[in-house]
């Protein structure tokens, strides 16, 4: 039974930083690209980037490019996004997934498995 188990959330200010964590169990985790995705409120769910099972290779979106940063640590079987300068914009459910692919992908839809969700919520 696959489970990705999202921490770190909270509640910042805007400036500040957050790192959150996704720790994986139950799949091959180095074979596995693994994503960060966002939902605002009243929004579509949108990627913010992703990480190579190697962590050879990371994608960020540009909303966030500069200031968030993906790494993974394989032996420990977690993926994490590191959050700096931090906006009220970014306030947002985040979620991790993990994609079977050797590159990395921004679709949602091309995630098999997804975590339950962490919230983020930047005050101004």
């Known amino acids: 039974q696959v489970q990705l188990v999202e921490s770190g959330g909270g509640l910042v200010q805007a400036g500040g930083s957050l790192r959150l964590s996704c720790a994986a169990s139950?799949?091959?985790?180095?074979?596995?690209?693994m994503g960060w995705f966002r939902q605002r409120p009243g929004k579509e769910r949108e990627f913010v980037g992703a990480?190579?099972?190697?962590?050879?290779?990371?994608y960020i979106a540009d909303s966030v490019k500069g200031r968030f940063t993906i790494s993974r640590d394989n032996a420990k079987n977690t993926v994490y996004l590191q959050m700096n300068s931090l906006k009220p914009e970014d306030t947002a459910v985040y979620y991790c997934?993990?994609?079977?692919?050797?590159?990395?992908?921004?679709?949602?839809?091309?995630?098999?498995?997804w975590g339950q969700g962490t919230q983020v919520t930047v005050s101004s």
């Open positions: 997934a993990a994609d079977y692919y050797t590159g990395v992908r921004t679709g949602p839809s091309n995630y098999d498995y």
């Open positions: 990480i190579s099972g190697s962590g050879g290779r990371t």
């Open positions: 139950g799949l091959p985790f180095s074979r596995y690209a």
